[in-house]
């Protein structure tokens, strides 16, 4: 069971924050090792990112042996409910430099906001100013790492932007709401048609795909809701990143329930699915546009799913 980050002692703050320091040191050596061929570049500025965080680490563990000793307890981030889970895209060959980039930007907006809190709740002088001063150099991490990319990548002219928007954006609405998506899109084709092949009515095939839409997006929402109360990883409340989800998870579905309206089972059904190949297209262009998916490969994925969901229902409800 997950432990509640109000519950940690101090002991275990400075625990789970040397954990982190070094698991996040070694996914930058992973960057920098996975980049190095291909871009020597960005795999410098990764090398010096590990640095910073080997000096961080070695900080706290000197602040952990003045109060607690040499034992530290077995605590990690994956045991503390808040924390963002990480998929290990480092361990991806080859891998992409944006992906990298990306999970970097991330790896520091949580790191920041677990300092800050973390320094909230020690009442030791000490180590609170310390994790005061690692929580603002986390926060100055974006801006060492474009230094780092104007010094390492002086042929690389990149366009301006707000990336802590962007990045938020992804986050607290981009994220949750393709998951929305997709489940909605995907799962509730199987009912549906199930249905509308079982009867050959409309009304029957529309008031299954209602419920099931419906029934969808309740439940994804509490699903999201309920996963990270993001206080630690920058995602947002967990009631908008609940309620987007529920939302693209019902539209999803209801997208190709609306046809059903029609009188006409054939036209009715012939327009179903344009609207399920228009759906699949969406959620291939947004996969490919926020999540660097490439595009044939994202379209190849999401049909494949989806065409297998629809076989599932055509062949129940022929039975």
């Known amino acids: 069971m997950l432990k509640k980050f109000k519950d940690l002692s101090e002991k275990e703050i400075i625990a789970i924050a040397i954990a982190a320091e070094e698991e996040d040191g070694r996914i930058y050596g ?8 291909e871009y020597p570049s960005t795999a410098d500025m990764f090398e010096e990112m590990r640095l910073e965080e080997v000096g961080h680490r070695d900080r706290l563990f000197e602040m952990f042996r003045q109060r607690f000793g040499d034992h530290i ?6 045991n503390v409910k808040g924390f963002l889970n990480r998929k290990p895209v ?4 080859p891998l992409g430099v944006k992906v990298a980039r990306k999970q970097a930007e991330i790896m520091e907006l949580e790191a920041t906001r677990f300092y800050a809190r973390a320094a909230s709740r020690t009442t030791d002088v ?4 310390l994790l005061n001063k690692l929580a603002d150099e986390e926060r100055k991490h974006t801006h060492t790492a474009g230094a780092l990319e104007e010094k390492h990548l002086t042929a690389s002219a990149k366009a301006q932007e707000d990336e802590s ?4 954006f992804l986050l607290q609405v981009v994220q949750p709401g393709l998951a929305g998506l997709m489940d909605g899109s995907v799962s509730t084709l199987a ?17 299954v795909g209602l419920a099931a839409s419906i029934g969808a997006g309740i439940s994804m929402a509490f699903s999201e809701g309920l996963s990270d109360d993001g206080s630690l990883t920058g995602r947002g409340s967990p009631w908008l990143r609940g309620a987007v989800t529920g939302l693209m998870t019902t539209a999803g579905g209801i997208g190709h329930t609306l046809p059903f309206l029609i009188g006409s089972f054939r036209i009715a059904m012939l327009v179903a699915v344009i609207v399920v190949a228009v759906e699949l297209a969406v959620i291939s262009y947004i996969r490919h546009r926020y999540m660097d998916t490439p595009f044939l490969q994202a379209s190849f994925q999401v049909i494949v799913g989806g065409v297998l969901v629809f076989l599932t229902g055509w062949l129940i409800g022929s039975a």
């Open 30 to 37: 992973e960057f920098a090792d996975a980049l190095r061929d």
């Open 73 to 78: 307890p077995l605590i990690r981030r994956e």
């Open 90 to 93: 480092w361990l991806v060959r």
């Open 126 to 129: 000490s180590t609170r100013e």
């Open 165 to 168: 928007h962007r990045k938020l």
């Open 191 to 207: 009912p549906i048609f199930a249905a509308a092949f079982a009867t050959h009515k409309s009304w029957d095939a529309f008031l």
